[in-house]
């Protein structure tokens, strides 16, 4: 990188195999960086490192997708591998994406909600462990129980005051937010700073320069890109000519491999989107009295439950099973072009309140709080 600087092994490691871990655990690449040969174009390429990550996940003890990365040049290369992933049952996310608001969830309002009812102003974990028990399954109530259990390492068993339960509650989840909880599909400029235990970085575009950049600079966001990796590392080079890889001979330290042809990328094909809360009419529910239907179909909704998206004039409803809308989209949601919609789930419930609105809003009003349906949902679309 540097005139006279050659890298080198770090200190820590100097004592290891050439390959790390995997030298041994690995009876192909043994931890060299393969470069991998994925087809003719990015669908094939999603196909081929997923299945390479499958490949690994079946060799290494306590593997664990949260701690592994798939890097591309831009995010539409990113798109058709976690169609993939959504279809194998791979937990996967794009850093693209926010996590809904941990404290706004209705689960969590559900259990501030029972802390404050409560007579006694102080609580234990085991109090706390015992309500979640009774509570239904789903992501979010199995996130809740996590906090419990960190709660319990950080207060033991000793009363703990509600206010102060609270306080802590609120900074957890801030730091869950912006935790990684399964393969995360990113850009190498979002990389920047981050590692992971295993890597791939996908083909294409990595010969495109944006306005005022000089001609390495994709060479360097490449290297940016190569350098996440702890464990593993493997380069995708679909049948075009990669503008960095041509230049790499042959190494005892890389491993060129085909990967064998498969069908399976019609499992690329759909898209999945999560919704952003501005893509969201947020006071759809809070402009409607409680004994509105809608208002009543959203407090039966779960997490799962499934989604119709309906066009309504300019924008787009939703509605459940039943046929009754449950939410509407704000106008600037815009539907993938060319695509048609398959099917969608609800992914999240949030709580809002009066004051969370424009006071010029607020006589269109009919609630002082209220859940807005399908803060974010998958909508699966085929081009």
């Given at each position: ?19 790390g ?27 081929a ?55 706004r ?8 909600d ?29 996130l ?56 791939i ?42 503008p ?12 060129y ?23 969201v009419d ?102």
């Amino acid at each position: 990188m540097k005139v006279g600087h050659d890298i080198i092994v770090n200190r820590a490691r100097q004592d290891q195999a050439d390959g790390g871990t995997l030298e041994k655990l690995d009876p192909i690449g043994h931890g060299r960086v393969q470069i991998l040969s994925a087809g003719p174009d990015k669908l094939s390429q999603a196909v081929a490192a997923v299945e390479e990550l499958e490949r690994l996940a079946k060799l290494v003890p306590d593997w664990d997708w949260a701690k592994t990365a798939v890097i591309a040049r831009e995010w539409s290369f990113l798109q058709p591998v976690r169609s993939y992933c959504e279809a194998k049952g791979i937990p996967v996310q794009m850093a693209a994406e926010d996590p809904p608001p941990f404290w706004r969830l209705r689960e969590t309002q559900t259990l501030v909600d029972w802390l404050r009812e409560r007579v006694e102003v102080t609580v234990s974990h085991s109090e706390i462990d015992a309500w979640l028990q009774t509570q239904p399954q789903g992501p979010w109530w199995t996130l809740l129980r996590q906090a419990a259990d960190d709660f319990k390492d950080d207060f033991g068993q000793r009363e703990t005051h509600t206010k102060d339960v609270f306080e802590w509650l609120a900074e957890w989840g801030r730091d869950v937010r912006s935790s990684q909880t399964g393969l995360l599909l990113l850009t190498a400029h979002r990389a920047k700073g981050l590692e992971f235990d295993d890597v791939i970085v996908l083909d294409g575009n990595w010969g495109r320069t944006s306005k005022g950049e000089d001609r390495h600079a994709d060479r360097r966001l490449y290297y940016v890109a190569m350098t996440r990796a702890r464990r593993s590392l493997a380069l995708m080079q679909t049948n075009s000519s990669h503008p960095i890889l041509r230049g790499i001979g042959r190494t005892s330290s890389t491993l060129y491999r085909r990967i064998a042809d498969t069908t399976a990328i019609d499992d690329c094909r759909k898209i999945y989107k999560q919704l952003d809360l501005s893509e969201v009419d947020l006071s759809f529910a809070g402009r409607r009295r409680i004994n509105n239907p809608s208002v009543s179909a959203i407090s039966k909704l779960s997490v799962g439950d499934p989604i119709r998206l309906e066009a309504a004039g300019d924008q787009f409803v939703l509605a459940n099973s039943q046929g009754v809308t449950v939410g509407r989209l704000a106008r600037k949601f815009k539907a993938p072009k060319g695509a048609i919609f398959v099917g969608g789930q609800v992914f999240a419930i949030v709580t809002r309140h009066r004051d969370d609105s424009s006071e010029e809003f607020h006589s269109q009003l009919r609630q002082e709080r209220w859940k807005p349906s399908c803060r974010n949902w998958f909508s699966r679309c085929e081009r």
